[in-house]
């Protein structure tokens, strides 16, 4: 058990929300400084994990590996060994290197299970790297889109990667109608100075979010908001970007394997009419697009037709003047 697991962001929106109470009892109880046993399985059999990391200049972002079930395994209960590596291109590449700060989310998304893992790089070679475990702990199913991955190997070399100062048309094409995004943020160790929570709570995570088909909504020059439903009110991702507004998203082609990568700048909006208006929405995330990523044929999976959760039928859609 890790006796104060949360860090001051997110102890400061647990507050404001009213669930402070609740979470240091319930926090120290199911955050772990290990994988418990159904973690180190659940891991083991995935063909791809999402990644956080972090680069030099504090900007999150999300990537996502993939091989054959059973590159992610766990030696042990405080160690997951990868074996895969970033590809040329990859921001995760970049910023793999021993002692680094990684967020990992492993998503089974045909079963709509998911555990996180944050932790550090302990080890790194010329196949993979092993990470030590900061802290465990699981999430619910809801807004899991259900829908089964492939692993198809490459074919060939990935097409160029290509940089994006503004979102094009391409890209707005996607994250209009996209039912899922993941988002890298973190608690970097400057912004972390003086904070008398454990250390476990410092540094990356990754987390998912899904909704109906557009349930991003493009602003604009390139401003993107997203609503925030009801979740475990641990409010790790949020109490990141209170205390850190940056944030990387990861929107994945489900049908080609595309990847684009999107570093933002990010606001929390906690109520007024784009709030109510949102059914379902206790709050929207803003994020102000600085540069993207766009990574064609990077991923080497491909999914069939999504089922979309049931727990999105209690919530709405943008107006069609924002479409």
Known sequence: MIAAPFHAGERALQTLVG??????????????????????TFFAQLPFLVVGSLDANLQ??????????????????THLRVDALPMAGDPLAGQLAQGATLGLLGIEPHTRRRNRMNGTVEALDATGFMVQVQQ???????YIQAREPVFMPACGDAAPVQWLDTLDLAAHRLIGSADTLFIATAYPHDVAAGD???????????????????????????VLTVP?????????????????PRAGLLFIDFDNGELLHVAVTAEIVWGGPEVAAFEGAERLMRFHVEHALRRPLALPLRWGDAELSPHLARTGRWASTHA
């Open 136 to 142: 465990s702990f699981g999430n619910c199913p809801r």
């Open 228 to 244: 925030d439903f009801n979740g475990n009110r641990f409010f790790n991702t949020l109490g990141n970007l209170a205390a850190h």
């Open 196 to 222: 008398d929570a454990d250390a476990s709570s410092h540094g990356v995570d990754v987390s998912h979010r899904g909704g109906l088909p557009g349930f991003v909504r493009i602003d604009g020059d390139d």
């Open 19 to 40: 669930s402070r109470e609740q979470m240091e009892v319930a926090g120290p109880r199911v955050i772990r400084d290990y994988m418990p046993d159904q973690h180190r």
């Open 60 to 77: 999150p972002w999300a990537s996502v590996l993939a091989a054959p079930a059973g590159f992610a395994h766990s030696p042990n209960p």
